[in-house]
Each structure stands twice: as C-alpha cells, then as structure tokens.
C-alpha cells in the first residue's frame, strides 16, 4: 500500500508560483498513476491534473491547462504540480491520489485508492 503525502502549500500572492510536492512510501511510485485534486472552501472537489506511471503522459483540466503542469520523479519517488500565476480563485486544499492501474489517466475521484491528506494553498490579491 502506497502512502502519499502533500507540501509545499503556502499563502502566496496573486501572480506567484508554487510547486506542490506529493510524496510517497510504502511502496514505489512506478506501480500507480497520480493525479491532483483540489477542493475550494463550499465547493466539491475538482480534477486538476493526472499523469502516468512513467510520466509519459498526462492530462490537466481544460481550466487549468498552460497554468497547471504536473510531472514526476519516480528515482525519488515525488510528484509535482507546479502552478504559475496564482489566482485568489485558486485558493484551495490540493490533494494527491494514486491507482494502480497505472496507464490510466482518469479525472474522475471515485477512481482513486490512495489519498494525502492535503495541503493548504491560500491566494490573496
């Protein structure tokens, strides 16, 4: 079983960039598609981006796209979500979630085993 766990959250201001880290143990990386999630304060949470097991492919949500990039290292084992330009709207819990069908790219959350418990980003303008 894979344990993953989120950082690199922060409050930042409007225009900056983050680079969101989801980490993992137990188990290597290799083995699980990894997706980001957020949820924003009253409202459900929302698909940011997935990629495959060997970062040959991923996917971001038509939104996001050209803002959101994610990618990964599995030598170490970490997934990124950089995030350039922040918005107040981006205001959010990010989450990471892993499958271990790892070629799929699936942006629905019911398809996700494994979840961090979050991290907190926090846009001011």
């Known amino acids: 079983q894979v344990h993953l766990v989120e950082s690199g959250g922060g409050s930042v201001q409007a225009g900056d960039s983050l680079r969101l880290t989801c980490a993992a143990s137990g188990r290597t990386l290799w083995d699980y598609a990894v997706a980001w999630f957020r949820q924003s304060p009253g409202k459900a949470r929302e698909f940011v981006a997935v990629i495959d097991f060997d970062g040959e492919k991923a996917e971001h949500a038509d939104s996001l796209r050209g803002r959101f990039h994610i990618y990964r290292n599995n030598a170490e084992n970490i997934v990124w979500l950089q995030i350039d330009t922040l918005r107040p709207e981006d205001t959010a819990i990010y989450y990471c979630?892993?499958?271990?069908?790892?070629?799929?790219?699936?942006?629905?959350?019911?398809?996700?085993?494994?979840w961090g418990p979050g991290t907190q980003v926090t846009v001011s303008s």
């Open positions: 979630a892993a499958n271990s069908d790892r070629t799929a790219r699936s942006p629905r959350e019911d398809f996700y085993d494994y």
